[in-house]
């Protein structure tokens, strides 16, 4: 098994929450919404991928910008109902039953969004690494089609975020012991290196 740049940045990257586990600064619903915080992320990187996109040349760019906006459209509402979810289950926040956030919970979301600084430039940087790497150096800019890249970020965020939801449900069913914990981040650690390693494969290039 091969150790790329991106998989060894994937890795540590989520070393940080570990440590902040174990050291006792942070609790389950930290966790769980920075492990949110990655799928805006993810999301904003992938714009990138798609406006920078060369394949099917000049003739593609009004198709890539809008397909630009509309996935920036859908995943945004996606990843702000996932965070309400989030924000119901693991921070035990009554939102409010309309569109609007009261001042209340925007200025929890505040706060907690600070405590998640660091460690969510720390995944940044952990993505653009794989970005730089694996889809610019790696030449998967060249390879992957716009429709692809549509829908990549779903597949492995859903699988991702159904086990991390699942173990978290566990995890504070069981009072949140720190194994539990532990084993939350280990196992979002391990399923993310194989959606990781399945993702960026190595595939013929199209234009070549």
Known sequence: MTWTPSALALVAANLLPLYLV????WTLGQVILLFWLENVIIGVLN??????????????IPLRLFMSVFFTVH???????????????????DLPGRV?????????????????????????????????????????????SIGELMSKPYGRVVILHVTIIIGGMIAMALGQPLPALILLIVLKTV??????????REQ???DG
């Open 100 to 144: 609007e956030l009261d001042t209340e919970t925007l200025a929890f979301m505040t706060e907690q969004l600070e405590l998640l600084f660091w460690p969510g430039v720390v995944l940044f940087v952990s993505h653009l690494i794989s970005l730089i790497t694996n889809y610019y150096a790696g030449g998967e800019y060249r390879r992957t």
């Open 22 to 25: 174990i050291a006792g600064q």
């Open 47 to 60: 714009i990138i991928k798609m406006l920078t996109n060369v394949h099917g040349g000049i003739g593609a």
């Open 75 to 93: 995943y945004g509402g996606f990843t702000v109902g996932h965070g309400f979810i989030v924000l119901t289950l693991f921070l035990q926040q």
């Open 204 to 206: 013929p290039d199209v």
């Open 191 to 200: 399923v993310d290196l194989a959606a990781h390693r399945r993702e960026h």
